[in-house]
């Protein structure tokens, strides 16, 4: 069986100072999430293109969980694989390190770069005008949080031309360690739009929602439930059929909102749980 051509283009990229890995990646293909993107964190992020190789994805992370370069994981990749004239990919290792590779025989337009801390890469574009674009957006997002710079990349790099097919899906992930649902997962972000006709905005969208439902208010911006707020979330929830012993109330609410990883107690109250309850 043929591997998939997976004509993208994408950015694998890391914050070290936040101990985040990343990769954000758009194509005109079905599903592009399912196949380019791969992170470990601590170890790096992998995004495997073109004439795809899903299997430089977990064999790119187990070398660089051993402490190899990305030069290094990328020259392993390539070496071993007799059909690399038509493969892409773009590392990022552990300490921030940077390789991309593009075939010989990858369908122009193709080509990538790299900096610190981000490889980016495409193929079937319509310049390279894209992955440049990927390039300055990111280095231009210094200190903003990973996620946010990895959409702001895609959408610049569409604005700029893109994949000359077309547009079909988009994905973004995003590793920390615990950094996940509950803290008890390595996976920060990982979404995916496999079918759409404008997939970046429509993940951006979809982003949103996630950084509402899971996103983190540091805790100095928190509320302080004084008697008067107190007695505003009981009549509140209340309302909503929520009764009784006001802790129980706001838990059960939260989780019907999938808002429970936003809700610690009821000494404080996250602003933004406050403000959803309010708009309800």
């Not at 030069?71 to 694989?81: C, H, N, P, Q, S």
């Not at 892409?88 to 337009?109: F, H, I, K, M, N």
């Not at 838990?251 to 309800?280: A, F, H, K, M, Y």
Request: one cysteine or more; hydrophobic letters at 40%.
């Amino acid at each position: 069986m043929a591997e998939p051509v997976v004509a993208t283009y994408s950015i694998a990229a890391c914050d070290l100072e936040a101990g985040q890995w990343g990769v954000a990646t758009q194509s005109k293909f079905l599903a592009v999430g399912s196949i380019v993107p791969w992170a470990a964190p601590g170890a790096g992020a992998v995004a495997t293109q073109a004439l795809a190789n899903p299997r430089y994805g977990p064999d790119g992370l187990a070398l660089l969980a051993q402490g190899l370069s990305a030069t290094d994981v990328v020259a392993r990749l390539t070496e071993a694989d007799d059909g690399r004239a038509e493969r892409q990919v773009g590392v990022v290792d552990g300490r921030g390190g940077s390789a991309t590779y593009t075939g010989s025989e990858c369908l122009d337009w193709a080509g990538g770069l790299t900096g610190p801390g981000f490889a980016v890469q495409g193929n079937i574009l319509v310049g390279e005008e894209t992955v440049a674009a990927l390039a300055t957006t990111f280095t231009a997002g210094e200190g903003r949080p990973l996620a946010e710079r990895l959409l702001e990349c895609l959408a610049a790099a569409q604005a700029a031309g893109g994949d000359r097919r077309g547009q079909q899906s988009a994905a973004l992930l995003v590793v920390e360690r615990n950094g996940g649902y509950g803290g008890l997962s390595d996976t920060l972000v990982d979404l995916r739009v496999d079918d759409h006709e404008q997939p970046v905005a429509e993940l951006a969208r979809i982003y949103g929602i996630h950084a509402l439902l899971f996103g983190k208010t540091p805790r100095g911006e928190w509320i302080d439930v004084d008697d008067e707020l107190r007695r505003e979330l009981t009549e509140r929830l209340g309302r909503l059929g929520y009764e009784g012993e006001l802790a129980r109330a706001l838990d059960d609410w939260s989780g019907t909102e999938n808002l429970e990883e936003r809700v610690d107690g009821i000494e404080q109250i996250d602003p933004v749980v406050l403000q959803e309850l309010r708009s309800r």
